[in-house]
């Protein structure tokens, strides 16, 4: 077994209501029980990195995967709808990565999400229902990132957000949230073509709608499991 073989993973998924991580092995196999704490409010920068550098003291890694509920260019957050406006432009990689030691590679937390839910077989699309709406595609493995289905027009003038995020879904309870989402996957079937669907998230435990066949509910866990593909590329 080479060096690289033995690299232990931090995999982080900083949510709207609650920041995950979970040490993995080079195959994507958890090491260590997940660990959480909830999201500070107000979820401005320096609280939530703060919690993401105590999540992980006391854990063994040489390296980490970050899954960020906003857009993320180059490790660079651009939005930030669920946390706050002071999101904008933290290079949260390179901060990260000072204050943990260790490299760190961020992503939207869908498109990681997707990466541990994906076969990577033809076009495949994930949505998660959790405190927002995301969506990552993937043709053929490949990602297209950041995809942001959950601020696009849905129906009624609202966006797949305001119609299935978790204030939706307080709002209306969980027979009226899983009409609307049977809606929203004819509406994203038409649209995408998908071969597959996975649905993610915390809420997709509410999912109680029959589904199609070429739809599939995945663990919560997964959005942690993606973090080992962020640093596949390396190897090839
Ligand atoms: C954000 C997405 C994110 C999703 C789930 C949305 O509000 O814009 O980037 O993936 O929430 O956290």
Not at 120 to 138: H, K, M, N, R, Y
Not at 214 to 226: D, E, F, Q, R, Y
């Amino acid at each position: 077994m080479t060096d690289e073989k033995r690299l232990q993973t931090l995999a982080v998924d900083i949510g709207g209501s609650g920041i995950k991580v979970m040490v993995l092995d080079e195959n994507g196999k958890p090491l260590t029980e997940r660990d959480r704490v909830e999201t500070p409010h107000p979820a401005k920068p320096e609280p939530v990195i703060a919690a993401v550098v105590g999540l992980a003291k006391g854990k063994a890694f040489d390296r980490v995967s970050v899954g960020f509920p906003g857009v993320v260019k180059a490790g660079v957050t651009k939005t930030a709808v669920n946390l706050d406006p002071d999101w904008l432009n933290v290079d949260l990689a390179d901060v990260l990565s000072q204050q943990l030691g260790t490299p760190v590679r961020v992503i939207n937390d869908a498109d990681m999400q997707g990466l541990g839910a994906i076969e990577g077989q033809g076009v495949e699309l994930v949505i998660t229902l959790g405190t927002g709406v995301g969506g990552a595609l993937f043709l053929d493995g490949k990602l297209v990132p950041n995809l942001e289905p959950g601020h696009h027009e849905f129906r009624k003038g609202d966006t797949y957000e305001q119609q299935l995020g978790n204030a939706a879904l307080e709002d209306i309870g969980k027979r009226k949230w899983n009409d609307r989402l049977s809606k929203a996957i004819a509406s994203l079937e038409h649209l995408f073509n998908y071969d597959t669907l996975y649905i993610g998230g915390g809420n997709a435990k509410c999912v109680t709608l029959d589904l199609p066949q070429n739809a599939k509910i995945v663990p919560n866990v997964t959005g942690l499991l993606g973090g080992i593909a962020l640093w596949r590329e390396e190897k090839s």
